[in-house]
């Protein structure tokens, strides 16, 4: 009753009309720019990367300015003993938060891919920063919530922002390992030779070498022709040969990979690069395993990732192509189309078939291990840069090196300089910074951050929404009354995907009748033809395998004596609890 | 409701109707093990883990020196805990091991180490001792077997009150089994073929408390270990848990074999079977993406292990092919060793057939593994079988229902004083193959003077031991140490050729690699050899 209730109340305060007292004064002017909230209570600034003090001060003070819409918890510690936030944000003032439909968000799961925190913690901000403002966006924190973790990797990410770094290193957390087999952990790091915190390249003069400078962009080192004489050899990523062992750089920190750490068709090491002795060893994917398997209500999912400007799907392996029904791609096909139209550059991927393999990856676990609705983007594209895809190979091109003449004013690269090596002798270091080619440059961070939660907001906004649309009522004669409920999904989300039906996953959904003598009830398969389905055990809860998406399941209870106070009542655990009294 | 059962279980224990009892509890195991470190210097215990249920997963060290500098051999049983046997013949094996002379001990243990883990699924493993037996696989994590969205809502009934879950036959026409030919305690599939037609139905003790149709089919009881294993795991079947070692126990074990890295190879005392008969090798299933097939040299390997088993006069094992998630194969595919697994006892072969040559394992000899376990039960004098007797049953009113049959756990768990041969044979076995163990040395060193300071020397690495330095698939496996040559100079000392670390593949029995460097300098040097497996020997030479 209460519940109908708070459902009547908040169904009255949408229509845009709502405590207008609460709106900022400059929102409501010229000097609001549409889209964006003029003078939001939480500052941040877009256009540059958090560490993880900056990360926790952003989600702190969300939930202090927001306590009603933003609530923040440790979910579990790192390695190195870090918290790994996450953000609750619904209207926690409406029903009941951990019952809604749920979305989960993650990013840097790989931590030199950082954009993925800026982008979640993009979402979190405007979602509560645009709750007052937006109708849509109070609609959607009325029905569902979002639980967000801008980073699932924090160790090694303050380690990327922190210490040297070239824009590959530090994919992997900082689990101590023994890379080279030689019974010594992580005795030979790379080296920052010259203290810049860049991790560049090193080349040296050589008769003998094949490569040679691009004579129209210095900075850029090419291939001789076939038949002609090159200037330098490559000598790889600053480096020393710290253990004497003849190997630069051979056994760094960790050099695992934390998105092979999962348990669906988790492969080892020697099938799938970067994997551990088993799924779910590193305490951080731990923690996100636990909290998605205590929150059962999740059933949308994004891991923010880079780089190459994608919307991906699963599977990350050939041979689970076999669990993805057409129903299900359906779902999925509809938001990465429209994906492709709101992300200029972006393009909608299935990973094993456009991108490459991968067993044991988080998405795989989500999407097939739990049945969640999962897509990773993978930020940042070429396109970017001059709004243009280039004909030519990424090797081949020089748009970064345009781009950073250009735009950037040679802000992207280390210039060549020389350098007196131990092992090398004289050799020049030079090449593009750590946060250049894989993070965005900060003009572009808020533009893809906004572009990308809109597409994760589209798919959030496709989760089960559950109405009990019609409910009729026949007398039967003899005391006996038929009651006949409709249930609708307003979505095109289903709450158990077709995977989830076939292998039982989720619990059913359950349609009770409550305050009424049952004495017996049925699924109404074809109400034309008059088919339905008893349920012989329990009919006042009648348990439905799955409400599909943009359809609905129709119910049928026999009632004894009074039927005044009856009420339907939904129990999905990824569609929430819906209540409407009998009319 | 459940009190009463338990008591009635209890009193059941006391009568002498149970003959297959004699198997320990977790705290008699716990004692029993306890009690090894003061009977043997060379004896260690300790807890690597706890259950679900929050029981210590014990292992056992047996060790002459430095256990982690020793090759090693793993012996595991009770992954499953439906196989109490072999965890008793893997605890009475300690206790033998620890009960010999302290010289033969300590000379069977020779730069070698033997670890114990008796008992990996403590929680499933209680019920044997329960006071209401029934076959339990499952740990104590909650799990909703028949994925209904309710757990636990459908366990066993005890009908007779005889302390154990046996089976129940229904007189029914929709029944698919009828008495088996040779023997009508046991029932059987009919066969159409042989123009039988059904009489029975065939369905465990107990009712259908949530009215689904089915019985018993979830009931308390989690996660069977033996199948949380990440080799061709099982995903959502049942008792295969959440996903990949998603299991306490699983994981122990795990960290524990991949953090000793001189384990070169596993004994599971199990529900399956590939140490009698070898398994045959496959290239296609060797080379595939996802390996399914053994490698060939461990192929040739594993056959000559299997023959150094029948040499210890363990003969006609039973056929049990292994399953999938299951600890052998992960032990061998995933983690890279040599891994095997044997129920380790098991039916005699009948008298009269004894004699005539056979394979190395075998199929029932009568209408299947039950009616040739009853036949020799009988022989022995073992009381296994429940006699079928009506009972009156809610969910079958009017119809003949008869609860009995085998046992619980009868199967493979005999009463426990039939296991002390079968722990014999598997000692001399055991002893055997820790003889037979890599054993890399470096011979032939020689160092020559070139003139003026420069120095080659040469020294060559073998295996000197009948057994590969470690299986061939741990070559592919980033956590197995390789086989490695190191020299370590001083800081007056230069080398001028040759790498200081060098690193290789297994190492079959007999094989052997030489290497040189050249060194410029005086003094001594320090030459190492070996890989962890196979022993890691030390050297010091002088410079001419």
Redesign the interface.
């Known amino acids: 009753m209460k519940k109908i209730l708070i459902l009547l109340i908040s169904l009255t305060a949408f229509h845009g009309k709502a405590q207008k007292s609460d709106i900022a004064a400059e929102d409501l002017n010229g000097i609001r720019a549409i889209g964006s909230p003029a003078n939001p209570k939480v500052k941040v600034y877009w256009n540059k990367y958090s560490d993880h003090a900056e990360i926790y001060r952003i989600c702190s003070d969300l939930a202090k300015t927001y306590p009603d819409l933003v609530k923040v918890q440790s979910i579990g510690k790192s390695v190195e003993g870090r918290d790994i936030w996450l953000m609750s944000i619904t209207d926690f003032k409406t029903g009941t938060a951990d019952r809604k439909p749920g979305f989960y968000i993650d990013g840097n799961i790989h931590a030199n891919e950082l954009q993925g925190t800026e982008v979640a913690l993009y979402t979190a901000w405007y979602l509560a920063e645009s709750f007052q403002t937006v109708d849509f966006i109070r609609e959607l924190l009325r029905d569902k919530i979002f639980y967000i973790a801008p980073t699932i990797n924090p160790d090694s990410r303050e380690y990327f922002i922190k210490h040297p770094n070239n824009p590959n290193s530090s994919r992997t957390g900082r689990l101590p390992l023994d890379d080279d ?3 010594l952990v992580d005795e030979d790091l790379l080296d920052d030779l010259d203290g810049d915190g860049n991790i560049v390249m090193m080349r040296r003069k050589s008769a003998t070498g094949r490569y040679k400078v691009d004579c129209d962009n210095p900075q850029r080192m090419v291939m001789a022709k076939p038949d002609e004489l090159g200037e330098y050899e490559m000598l790889g990523y600053e480096g020393l040969d710290n253990d ?3 190997r630069v750089n051979e056994d760094a920190v960790g050099t695992y990979d934390p998105n092979r750490d ?3 068709n ?6 799938q690069r970067g994997a551990l ?5 590193l305490p951080e994917t731990k923690a996100v ?1 636990k909290f998605i ?1 205590e929150h059962p209500n999740i059933a949308g999912a994004q891991s923010y990732h880079n780089y190459g400007g994608m919307f991906l799907r699963g599977p990350g392996a050939a041979d689970d192509e076999k669990y993805y029904t057409r129903a299900d791609v359906q779902v999925y096909d509809y938001i990465g189309k429209l994906g492709e139209k709101m992300v200029p550059g972006y393009n909608y991927f299935v990973i094993h078939k456009d991108l490459y393999t991968v067993f044991g990856g988080e998405i795989d ?1 989500m999407a097939l ?1 739990r049945g969640i609705f999962t897509f990773s983007n993978e930020l940042m594209t070429s396109y970017k840069l001059f709004n243009r895809k280039s004909g030519e190979g990424r090797f081949e091109n020089t748009e970064f090196e345009d781009f950073d003449k250009l735009l950037l004013f040679g802000d992207g690269y280390v210039k060549w300089k020389p350098y007196k090596h131990p092992q090398f002798g004289d050799i020049e270091i030079g090449g593009p910074k750590k946060n250049y080619i894989r993070n965005h440059p900060g003009f572009l961070l808020m533009e893809d951050s906004h572009r990308n939660m809109a597409f994760t907001i589209l798919h959030a906004h496709q989760m089960p929404k559950l109405e009990v649309v019609e409910t009729r009522k026949k007398d039967l004669g003899g005391g006996l009354t038929e009651i006949t409920a409709i249930v609708m999904n307003r979505r095109i989300m289903p709450t158990h995907s077709a995977h989830d039906v076939r ?3 989720e ?2 959904d ?1 349609i009770s009748l409550k305050n009424a003598g049952v004495v017996a009830g049925m699924i109404v398969e074809n109400e034309d033809f008059g088919i339905t389905v008893e349920q ?2 329990n009919p006042e809860k009648i ?1 439905v395998e799955n409400i599909p998406g943009m359809g609905f399941v129709k119910v049928r209870w026999i009632v004894k004596g009074k039927t005044d106070n009856a009420a339907v009542e939904i129990d999905s655990a990824k569609g929430g609890l819906v209540s409407r009294k009998l009319q | 409701m459940r009190i009463k059962l338990l008591l009635l279980g209890m009193l059941a224990i006391l009568t002498p109707a149970l003959a297959q009892t004699g198997y320990s509890s977790h705290s008699q195991l716990s004692a029993r093990l306890k009690s090894l470190p003061a009977k043997s210097r060379l004896a260690a215990l300790a807890s690597i883990g706890k259950s679900s249920g929050g029981k210590d997963i014990w292992a056992v060290t047996l060790s002459a020196g430095d256990h982690s500098k020793n090759k090693a051999v793993l012996i595991v049983a009770g992954a499953d805990g439906r196989h109490p046997a072999g965890t008793e013949m893997a605890v009475k094996l300690a206790e033998a091991l620890v009960a010999l002379p302290a010289d033969s001990l300590a000379g069977l243990l020779k730069n070698k180490t033997l670890y114990i883990i008796p008992g990996l699924n403590p929680d499933a493993l209680e019920q044997v001792t329960a006071g209401l037996k029934y076959e339990r696989s499952g740990n104590a994590t909650t799990r909703d077997d028949d994925r209904d969205g309710r757990t636990d809502e459908d366990p066993f009934e005890d009908l007779n009150a005889d302390g154990l879950i046996t089976q129940l036959r229904i007189e029914d026409p929709t029944g698919t089994y009828v008495s088996a030919k040779d023997d009508a305690r046991v029932l059987v599939k009919a066969d159409a073929a042989k123009g039988e037609t059904g009489k029975y139905l065939l369905i465990t003790e107990g009712t259908d408390n949530d009215k689904d149709g089915r019985f018993n089919e979830d009931g308390p009881g989690g996660v069977n270990i033996d199948k949380n294993f990440t080799y061709n795991y099982p995903m959502f079947e049942r008792e295969a848990g959440e996903y990949q070692a998603s299991e306490p126990e699983t994981r122990a074990f795990l960290d524990f074999l991949y953090k000793n890295n001189n384990i070169h190879t596993v004994f599971h005392f199990g529900l399956s079977n590939n140490l009698s008969e070898a398994t045959k090798f496959d290239r296609a299933n060797a080379s595939k993406r996802i390996i399914s097939g053994l490698q060939e040299k461990d192929a040739a390997v594993t056959e000559m292990v299997s023959k150094m088993y029948g040499k210890a006069g363990i003969t006609n094992a039973p056929v049990l092919p292994q399953t999938a998630g299951n600890l052998t194969q992960t032990a061998y595919y995933h983690a890279g060793r040599f891994s095997y697994s044997t129920p380790g006892w098991w039916v005699p072969k009948a008298k009269e057939t004894e004699k005539k040559a056979g394979p190395p394992a075998r199929k029932p000899e009568g209408s299947g593994p039950e009616a040739d376990y009853l036949k020799w039960a009988d022989e022995v004098g073992v009381k296994a079988f429940v006699p079928w007797t009506r009972v009156s049953h809610p969910d079958f009113p009017d119809k003949n229902v008869e609860v009995g049959g085998l046992m619980p756990y009868a199967l493979h768990n005999p009463p426990v004083p039939f296991l002390d041969s079968a722990v014999i044979r598997h000692q001399a076995f055991f002893t055997d193959y820790l003889n037979a163990l890599p054993r890399t040395e470096i011979v032939n060193t020689r160092v020559e003077s070139l003139g003026n300071g420069v120095n080659r020397v040469t020294v060559t690495v073998v295996n000197k031991g009948l057994l590969p330095t470690y299986a061939e698939i741990g070559d592919r496996v980033r956590y197995i140490y390789k086989v490695s040559c190191k020299i370590r100079l001083s800081e007056a000392q230069t080398l001028l050729s040759g790498k200081p670390n060098n690193y290789r593949g297994a190492m079959a029995a007999g094989e052997s690699e030489e290497y040189s460097w050249l060194i410029n300098g005086k003094g001594k040097i320090t030459v190492e050899g070996g890989s962890p497996t196979s022993g890691i020997s030390h050297l010091e030479l002088t410079l001419k």
């Open positions: 087999g030689d019974g004497g062992d003849g999962w348990g669906w988790w492969q080892p090491d020697y099938i002795y088993y799924p779910g060893m395993k398997l676990w291990g292998y039982k996953i619990r059913p359950y012989k055990m348990a």
